[in-house]
Structures are given as structure tokens and as C-alpha cells.
């Protein structure tokens, strides 16, 4: 009896949640995956998969870890502007302290105005490099809204499966005092003995300490949940009443693992380090500068002359040329590098991808199977409580066999929750690799 309690422990406060090491689908495709993602889910508890998408729906618009992306979005493409530009055009004046004398006259002062400009096509090569970084860093987004998704479904399915506990533990104490009450009538003829009054009693006490436990765990978890969803921590989250494994399993496309956005971020990334080496090309290239200088002469009042103090207008051409280019050389390099490198990401993070949606299907099909087992054995069990209750009828009844019922019962009864929580949190991983 005593294993059976601390075996009870941990069932009911481990739970069966599994860690999801995951890393949000672009803006105008995520409203469409999202009711996917809903519905897939909670097919068969329609009530609950209406509730579930109210609050998945509120998680995305007011989580700031989404804005935090958004804004970092929206940085990115306003960058776009910051390089649509040339470099700054230089102005200069120079007066002359000592005016050279020239035969229309002395030179006073010089006015100056420089402007470079890249080579042809070397703004836009920037924009589009800035443009390519922009979209790498929106999958952001949607790889961050794809695990909001995903964190709070798990945690909507653990506070389920603590309030489920909740509700077993109160039928079982209910059980007991019934067991209770039939034990003092049979103290009072004879057939049973005050220990056997006391253990139930005890009993009792132990699942009251457990209920109070879950109780507390509860509101920790309904802190993670609201959290999550940006809100006060103290707003009661009202889960759905019973779930049940669905008869067919969901389907399953795993072939659309290969267009995840945490994959699909690589091929942004890879394409930027193209659009990098484009530039580092451009900027190989020379530079265009256009000038003009204004020098202003005063006149010789001893001359008479058609050209006396005439001023001095020079426009200016001039060319900047990279002769010493090893910086760009080696720039082609690391780009060259960093493409393989980027590959090799995402053949890794592919085949992390492809083990979780391994390791997912066959959690969840292996929670089937639990719940099948803990459903049969639950029928047995509640046989066994109808042959005592029999017994009890025909004058005999053994306390001890009540408790091991009772322990049995409120075990598979465990079990049978913790196997329906598990296949609903390994489908909030199906559907975040595969929706």
C-alpha cells in the first residue's frame, strides 16, 4: 500500500508532460494554419476546440514575445530605406590669406561641392541584401506564433488533467466514506474492527493531502497559462470537462516537415548570404564622384579688360578604384563558407525535426495503447468493487481487499488521464512540426 501511494505521488504530480525543444507559415497563411491547428486537435470536442481557439487567438495578439519579433521585423525592413541612399555629398570653403594673383585677377576665396556615387546597380544590390536579412528574421515570427501555439495548448491540457485529478480524488473519497459508513455498521455487529475504521479514515486524509497539492499546483500552472497569454495571473482558466482519445488518428503529412518554418528560415538565410556576395561585388566595383569648384576673383583696378575678375567655375569628374582588393577577395570566401555552413544547419535541424515527429507519433500511439489498458482495467476493477459490495450484502466483507480496490482503482483511474493528457500534448507537437 505504501509503493502504491508514493507510485500515486508521482503520477499525480510529475504528470506526463514532455519538454518541447522547439524553436512562427507567413502572416497572411497563419490565421489558416491556426484553425487547422485547433480543429485537428480537438475534432471530436468541438465545444472545447471553440474554447481552446479564443484563447489561442488572444496568446498570439497580446504575447510580447510576438511583438518583441515584430518590432524586430519591422526594424529589419526600415533598414531597406537606410541604405537607399548615396554617401553623404561634401561641401568645402577655402579662403585664400594670401590671394594669388592671376592675370584677370586675385583669387579670394574657393567653393567646393563633391558627390560619389556607387557603381551601377550598387544601391539596389544593397537594398536587396538589407530586404533578404528582413525576411530571414520574419520567420522569426512565425517560428515564435507556431510555439505559442504549441506552449499554450500543453499547458491548457495540464491544467485539464489537474483538474481531472481533482475530480478523481473527490469520487474517491466519496467511495471511501461510503466504505466508511459500511464499516461502522459492520463494527457495530461484530464483523469488522475499529483498525479497519481507522484505515479508511486514513486513507481519506492521505487523498484530501493530495487534492490540496493538486490544488496548489493548479495555480502555479494557471500563472503559466495566463502569463503566456500577457494577462493577470489571477484569471480562472475554465478547461473543458472530459477528453477522449478519437477513435482514428489524425493525419499526419510529414512530408510537409521539409517546408517548417524553422527549415525554411535556412533557405532565407542562405539566399541573404547570395544577396551578400551580389553586394561585396557591386562594392568591388569603382566609385563615381562628380565635383565643382567655385573660385571667385576680384578685379585689377589698374586693368581694363574684357576678362577682368572673372571668376572660376571647374566642374569635377573623378573615379575611386579598389586597386588593392584582397578585403572583397576574401569576403567571396566567407560567403562561399558560410552557404555551407548554413546547409549543414538545416540537414541538422531537419533531422532534430524528423526525431521529434518520430519520437511524437509513437508517444502518441503509445498513449492510445496506455488508455486502452487503464480502461479495461478500470471495468475489472469496478468489478471487483461490485463483488464486495456483495459480500457485504451476504455478511462478510474484508476492509483490506476494500483498500487494495480502492488504491486500483484510483490508480488506473490516474493512469487512464495522464494517457489522454499525453496523446493531446504529443498532437500539439505533430501539429506544430507538421501543420
Known amino acids: 500500500m505504501i509503493n502504491l501511494f508514493r507510485y500515486l505521488k508521482e503520477v499525480l504530480f510529475e504528470g506526463s508532460s514532455r519538454a518541447l525543444n522547439l524553436r ?52 529589419a525592413s526600415e533598414k531597406v530605406n537606410e541604405v537607399n541612399a548615396v554617401p553623404n555629398t561634401e561641401f568645402g570653403i577655402g579662403y585664400f590669406v594670401s590671394e594669388p594673383e592671376t592675370r584677370t585677377g586675385a583669387q579670394r576665396f574657393k567653393l567646393s561641392a563633391r558627390q560619389m556615387v556607387p557603381w551601377f546597380g550598387g544601391i539596389t544590390a544593397r537594398e536587396q541584401y538589407v530586404s533578404s ?55 457495530e455487529v461484530g464483523k469488522a474492527s475499529a483498525v479497519d475504521v481507522l484505515r479508511l479514515q486514513m486513507r481519506q486524509n492521505e487523498l484530501e493531502q493530495l487534492k490540496q497539492v493538486l490544488e496548489q499546483q493548479y495555480l502555479t500552472e494557471q500563472t503559466r497559462f495566463n502569463k503566456l497569454l500577457n494577462r493577470d495571473k489571477g484569471i480562472e482558466v475554465n478547461v473543458v470537462g472530459a477528453l477522449d482519445i478519437p477513435m482514428d488518428d489524425l493525419d499526419i503529412r510529414s512530408e510537409k516537415l521539409v517546408l517548417h518554418p524553422e527549415l525554411l528560415k535556412y533557405d532565407k538565410l542562405y539566399e541573404s548570404v547570395e544577396q551578400s556576395e551580389l553586394l561585396n561585388q557591386k562594392e568591388s566595383s569603382p566609385m563615381i564622384g562628380f565635383g565643382l569648384d567655385y573660385i571667385n576673383v576680384e578685379k585689377r583696378p589698374d586693368m581694363d579688360f574684357k ?22 577577395k576574401s569576403q567571396t570566401k566567407q560567403n562561399a563558407l558560410r552557404q555551407q555552413e548554413i546547409q549543414s544547419q538545416k540537414q541538422e535541424r531537419l533531422n532534430i525535426l524528423e526525431t521529434l515527429l518520430d519520437d511524437a507519433v509513437n508517444n502518441r500511439t503509445s498513449a492510445r495503447i496506455r488508455h486502452e489498458t487503464q480502461t479495461n482495467n478500470l471495468k475489472q476493477a469496478k468489478d471487483a468493487e461490485a463483488i464486495l459490495i456483495k459480500s457485504y450484502e451476504a455478511g462478510t466483507i474484508d476492509f483490506n481487499d476494500v483498500l487494495d480496490i480502492q488504491e486500483l482503482q484510483l490508480k488506473f483511474q490516474i493512469n487512464q488521464i495522464e494517457s489522454v493528457t499525453d496523446f493531446y500534448v504529443q498532437s500539439t507537437i505533430i501539429n506544430y512540426l507538421t501543420q
Not at 512565425?142 to 491548457?156: D, N
Not at 576678362?307 to 578585403?327: A, E, R, T
Open 24 to 75: 512562427s507559415i507567413s502572416l497572411s497563411t497563419v490565421r489558416l494554419s491556426f484553425f487547422v491547428f485547433c480543429f485537428s486537435l480537438l475534432a471530436v470536442q468541438l465545444s472545447n476546440a471553440q474554447q481552446l481557439e479564443s484563447l489561442l487567438d488572444e496568446a498570439l495578439n497580446n504575447n510580447p514575445e510576438i511583438q518583441k519579433y515584430e518590432l524586430q521585423y519591422r526594424i
Open 133 to 187: 536579412l528582413a525576411d530571414a528574421k520574419y520567420e522569426d515570427i512565425v517560428i515564435a506564433k507556431r510555439k505559442l501555439m504549441a506552449s499554450v495548448s500543453q499547458s491548457y491540457y495540464k491544467l485539464y488533467a489537474n483538474k481531472r485529478k481533482q475530480a478523481v480524488l473527490d469520487e474517491n473519497i466519496v467511495l471511501l466514506e461510503t466504505y466508511e459508513t459500511l464499516a461502522l455498521t459492520s463494527v
Open 307 to 328: 576678362d577682368n575678375g572673372k571668376d572660376i567655375l571647374m566642374p569635377m569628374l573623378s573615379v575611386s578604384i579598389p586597386i588593392f582588393n584582397k578585403k572583397y
